[in-house]
């Protein structure tokens, strides 16, 4: 009879628990893509109303950019200090709070201020993640992991324009979709917290998946580093921290491009937003294809013995250079050969981006996972500015032509920075912060 008793259902293991872990993390992604993404499909209206040029516009997303890329690394380092469960819960919160409050913006100034400390909320959630990936999976099934959680920016990116237009039609205001898409965080945060706690902690896994976990993690082994998080000064003296850096920074920008200037991009070139919002969905849903074609690919090759980093480089040494691909659209002017093209190539930039993700969980042990991800967010973030200035400034003396040559081109760069400097260390490490990758 005692083990009918509610107190005993609810200690009852929940199958296969870390894909729910998983699908929450895929749902926090998702809300935040919602929330950032709002201001861009709003930008051709409020560009209308305020009077705004490109460069006016760029600076409202440089306010959310400078956040998000110094708290990356802030964030980060908080997460492997105070914890993936306590770190994820005070960001979505705040970054939840402040885009409800986005809602009353009326100005260059109060649209500035709140951008900014919205980038400041959404930073933790990509080191969150990643650090919730490393806990939670083992290195054969991290691939797809990161994929799943990674998905979330482009469905939510997907999803954003068909929200906020239809609430718009519904309201005949932006204000209540920017109020209503802020609430979303609320109710994750909920599930969030009755739902996550670490593996050893959980009172709802089941020894088998426990034991799952642990044997694929890589980290019970000797001269592993302590549990707490890692210093920085360390982290920077490896090159695989330098290459997961320098290589985020350079890739990164192509993304933006799309999920901050695309709907802009799309009228400069004579196509209605309302008339083609099919079209600004298909870049989002090729990158949440190539989200998980390029996690499944690196994974159905570590499971069958390729060494962890191989998979991940393989899978950047294929897409990284088709990215050149994108180079015809700034020629042609067919609206389906367009969005083709641009499906294409985010498709082969979010087939390298998951790789980029997953390796500060593939290459360093647990207490450096979420320092490493922030640092290399916050690396891309510079590499965000810089060309969410330059954007700004060459569409309104040129036009987008040489802004989508560039991004065509830079993922190259990206690509040899990775293969060459992501790579197991031949030497012993002194530090025990590397795992053998």
Not at 5 to 11: D, F, H, L
Not at 219 to 229: D, F, L, V, Y
């Amino acid at each position: 009879m005692a083990s009918d008793s509610p107190a005993a259902a609810a200690r009852k293991p929940i199958r296969r628990l870390r894909w729910w872990i998983g699908g929450l993390l895929f749902a926090s992604t998702v809300i935040n893509y919602i929330d950032r993404q709002t201001l861009s499909v709003l930008a051709p209206y409020l560009k209308r109303d305020y009077h705004w040029t490109n460069s006016d516009f760029a600076t409202i997303l440089i306010s959310f950019r400078v956040a998000y890329t110094v708290m990356q690394g802030v964030s980060g380092r908080f997460l492997d200090w105070i914890g993936t469960r306590k770190g994820l819960s005070v960001s979505v919160a705040f970054y939840s709070l402040i885009a409800c409050l986005t809602s009353l913006a009326n100005g260059m100034q109060s649209f500035r201020v709140l951008r900014f400390l919205l980038g400041a909320g959404e930073a933790a959630n990509w080191p969150g993640a990643t650090k919730a990936v490393s806990e939670w999976f083992p290195a054969r099934e991290r691939g797809w992991a990161v994929a799943l959680f990674d998905s979330g920016s482009s469905v939510g990116g997907a999803i954003a324009p068909f929200l906020v237009l239809a609430l718009m039609r519904t309201f005949g205001s932006w204000r209540p979709a920017v109020l209503l898409a802020g609430l979303l965080g609320f109710l994750w945060l909920l599930a969030w917290r009755a739902l996550y706690h670490p593996p050893e902690q959980h009172p709802r896994i089941s020894p088998e998946e426990l034991a799952h976990i642990r044997a694929g993690r890589g980290e019970e082994t000797p001269g592993a580093a302590p549990a707490g998080a890692a210093r920085w000064a360390d982290l920077l003296r490896y090159r695989q921290s330098w290459g997961i850096v320098i290589g985020r920074m350079l890739l990164d920008p192509y993304w933006f491009l799309i999920s901050e200037w695309f709907a802009l991009y799309l009228v400069s070139r004579g196509f209605p937003i309302e008339q083609s919002v099919l079209g600004f969905w298909a870049p989002f849903l090729g990158a949440d294809l190539g989200n998980f074609f390029g996690g499944g690919l690196s994974s159905y090759w570590i499971a069958r013995g390729w060494p962890v980093g191989k998979a991940r480089r393989t899978v950047i040494l294929i897409f990284g250079p088709s990215m050149l691909l994108l180079i015809p659209a700034a020629f042609l002017s067919n609206f389906v050969l367009l969005i083709l093209l641009f499906a294409y190539t985010t498709f082969a930039y979010a087939a390298g981006s998951t790789m980029f993700l997953a390796f500060p969980a593939d290459v360093f042990r647990s207490g450096a996972v979420a320092s490493v991800s922030g640092l290399s967010g916050t690396a891309a973030g510079v590499g965000t500015l810089i060309s969410t200035y330059l954007i700004g400034v060459i569409t309104d003396r040129f036009s987008f032509q040489p802004v989508i040559i560039a991004a065509s081109t830079i993922p190259c760069l990206a690509t040899i920075v990775f293969v060459t400097l992501v790579r197991a260390s031949p030497k012993p490490d002194p530090r025990g912060l590397l795992k053998d990758f």
